[in-house]
Each structure stands twice: as C-alpha cells, then as structure tokens.
C-alpha cells in the first residue's frame, strides 16, 4: 500500500506539471487528486521541492541506465534533447519555475551532460594515451559546451533546432583554429 500511495503522489504532481507551472501546484490539489490526506503527504515528503527533487534524480537515473552507448558528442546532445522534449510542458514548467526548484532539475541535467560526455570520451579514448588532467579537462569542456547549449535552448522556450546547430557546430569545430577560420571565411578588414 505503502509504494502504491508514494507512486500515486509521484504520477499525480507529474500529471499536474504537464499541465501548469509548479508555481500553481499545491500539496492540497496533489492530495485531493489522489484522494489521500494530507498528513499521508508529509508522511513521504517534508515538501514539494523534495518531491520534486526526488522525481528528477530518479528519472535521471532511469534516463542514464536506458541510453549507455554514446558514439559522439553530439549524440550526447541528441539523447538529451530528445529526452526532454519527450517531456517538453513538465520541463518549461520546471525551467521556468522559482530558483530553488530549478536547482534541482539543473544539477541533474549537469550530471546527466556529464554522464554522456564522459561515458563518450573513456569509450573514444580508451586507445590513446592521454594523461588523467587532459581527460578531466576535455570531459569539462564538453560537458559545460552541451550542458550550455540545452540551458540556452531551454531559455529559449525550446524552440529552436538546437541538434542542427550543434552537429553544425561540431562541423565547425573540425576547423576551428583562428587560422583556419580565416582561411574558410577571409580575414575581416576594417574599412
């Protein structure tokens, strides 16, 4: 009975983000939709943000044990992606919410990048012999250059292609010295 309740105040908050921001979510309205009272609430959770909290480390989790084979980075930002636009109402309303609650939900999307990323760059590198630092210093540089894009593009409302501007970036990047980008697109004069 125990898992059956804790399960019906989980679906039920999640129903309720799909639909409007946390903002306008209370523990009354999740009670009464459960049909519970509000002391059973409070025997599983302090509050909302730790409902909340909870619900987002385990769909983590769920998330990271379901996608383990990363062949690049900008699958890396493909899986992501794909994964919140899956959940697309329930994350603006998240994304858009107070600050403590969009902690929660950013701290595990900065795992979730770094999870990829790092799953990615063992896998390609496992061959090379590259020292500790500069494995720990690639993984930070791609995991803040993703983790960015999909914070950009949540501010964004989510509205923009951000996986053709990532693989578009990636292509980019192949030529990115100073050098090469003026070779490709000519030096800028001043006139």
């Known amino acids: 009975m125990a898992s059956f309740t ?3 105040i989980r679906e039920t908050f999640l129903k309720l983000l799909r639909e409007k921001p946390v903002s306008r979510i ?3 309205e999740i009670v009464e939709t459960c049909g519970i009272n509000r002391n059973t609430f409070y025997y599983y959770y302090q509050d909302l943000p730790e409902l909340i909290e909870e619900i987002i480390a385990e769909e983590t989790a769920k ?9 690049s980075i900008e699958e890396c930002v ?3 992606v794909n994964e919140l636009v899956r ?6 309303h998240l994304h858009q919410s107070s600050v403590s609650n969009r902690v929660f939900y950013e701290k595990y999307l900065w795992k979730v990048c770094e999870h990829f990323v790092t799953s990615f760059l063992e896998m390609s590198l496992s061959e090379k012999e590259i020292s500790e630092k500069d494995k720990k ?5 791609y995991k803040c250059t993703c983790f960015g894009y999909v914070i950009e593009w ?4 989510m509205r923009s292609d951000v996986i053709s501007d990532f693989h578009r970036l990636c292509e980019l ?3 990115m010295s100073i050098e090469d980008l003026q070779k490709t697109y000519g030096k800028k004069t001043d006139t």
């Open 87 to 92: 959940n697309k109402k329930a994350i603006l």
């Open 137 to 141: 210093v690639l993984i930070r540089f």
């Open 78 to 80: 493909e899986v992501i």
């Open 26 to 28: 209370s523990i009354c």
């Open 6 to 8: 804790k399960k019906a």
């Open 154 to 157: 949540l501010d964004d409302g």
């Open 63 to 71: 998330f990271v044990n379901r996608c383990n084979n990363i062949s």
């Open 173 to 175: 990047k192949q030529n």
